[in-house]
């Protein structure tokens, strides 16, 4: 027990008698010392007495897409942080090609009387989806949130990273160290956060290098999925328009464009120079590391909970876009551009 205790103080920043009042429920503890200490026994993995569990609030829903790409499963562990310690379950409920479609987790998670809803990537990202379905929700008393994209049509708070700046900041790096020939790689044109990167990136490739901006979509904007693959596939049909350098809507894309490099003999980043999106768990020790345009994201799930809560509450917030400012993180993948291309 007093290793036990000690372990904890440590952790916590606390003495050991004031570990003790905490888990006895004894008085005289300040509201975030005892927070301190509650968030010290669950990282050490001791179980919370009995008198210390918080009576949850009930259930929130959490619905995102698959979780293969690592940005998602990092953006649910803050949101379900931050609602465990508003005394909330988190319910996550995950879509997989041919599983359930968003409109089905939605009846689940409605039916069983979920307080809120957050959705991070769903159909409000999709311009041509019917927007009908959450006002339908809405109709329903259910309070939400959404996460990573936009639509003027769906009366609700929106949660984003600045995707058009996210690009701008790829551009002005690529164009600083001396690349000419830079391409786009990312999803699908029907999506928000997709169109908003092209309108970042056609502007900054035009106030640095002067281009078309005709030339720039037909020529050096690739669409393909958010997949390894998908980057592959992508990077290789911008490498053979002598490209020197790409920028990739996603982290998972930006590992296919290195692999498409290399399997062309190149190497990253002294023939291509490779950017990506999301600085997303683990990216920073790839071979090279990936520099990244980092996505704000525990500011935007906290956000997003903080947001969700007060209309929970009854205190809705604004009907509006929060957007958050990216930031560039550079590594060890983008370089000066080669004089010449053998």
């Known amino acids: 027990m007093t290793t036990r205790l000690s372990d904890i103080a440590a952790q916590a920043g606390v003495s050991e008698a004031t570990v003790s009042r905490v888990l006895n429920g004894k008085p005289g503890v300040a509201a975030t010392t005892r927070q301190s200490v509650l968030a010290a026994l669950d990282v050490l993995g001791y179980e919370r007495p ?82 009908q379905r959450y006002e339908r929700l809405r109709a329903q008393g259910v309070p939400f ?118 399997q062309r003999g190149l190497e990253v980043p002294k023939d291509v120079s490779v950017v990506g999106f999301d600085d997303s768990p683990l990216i920073a020790f790839t071979d090279p590391p990936l520099t990244t345009v980092r996505k704000p994201v525990p500011a935007m799930g906290q956000a997003a909970v903080r947001t969700l809560l007060e209309e929970i509450g009854g205190t809705p917030a604004p009907h509006s876009e929060f957007v958050f400012m990216p930031e560039l993180v550079v590594r060890g993948s983008t370089a000066s551009a080669p004089g010449n291309r053998s």
Not at 64 to 84: D, H
Not at 168 to 180: E, F, N, P, Y
Not at 242 to 256: F, I, P, Q, W, Y
Request: aromatic share 4%; net charge negative.
């Open 50 to 131: 009995v008198r210390l569990r918080q009576r949850s609030e009930g259930l929130v829903g959490l619905i995102t897409p698959e979780l293969e790409n690592p940005i998602f499963p990092a953006l649910a562990q803050v949101i379900g942080q931050a609602l465990t310690r508003q005394g909330y379950t988190p319910v996550l409920a995950t879509q997989t090609p041919g599983g359930s479609t968003e409109d089905e987790l939605t009846e689940m998670l409605v039916d069983r009387g979920v307080a809120g809803i957050i959705y991070v990537s769903g159909l409000h990202a999709d311009t041509t989806a019917d927007m």
């Open 145 to 262: 949130v959404l996460v990573d994209g936009f639509s003027p049509k769906v009366q609700a708070p929106f949660i984003s990273p600045d995707d058009r700046a996210a690009t701008t900041l790829a551009v002005t790096h690529l164009v600083s160290l001396g690349h000419t020939r830079i391409g786009l790689a990312l999803g699908p044109k029907r999506f928000v956060p997709v169109q908003r990167k092209i309108d970042g990136f056609v502007r900054a490739m035009q106030d640095h290098l002067g281009l078309d901006p005709a030339t720039i979509e037909s020529e050096l904007v690739q669409h393909s999925l958010y997949t390894l693959e998908g980057g592959q596939a992508a990077a290789t049909a911008l490498i053979e328009r002598d490209c020197t350098a790409v920028v990739c809507a996603s982290d998972m894309m930006a590992l296919g464009a290195i692999r498409a490099a290399r």
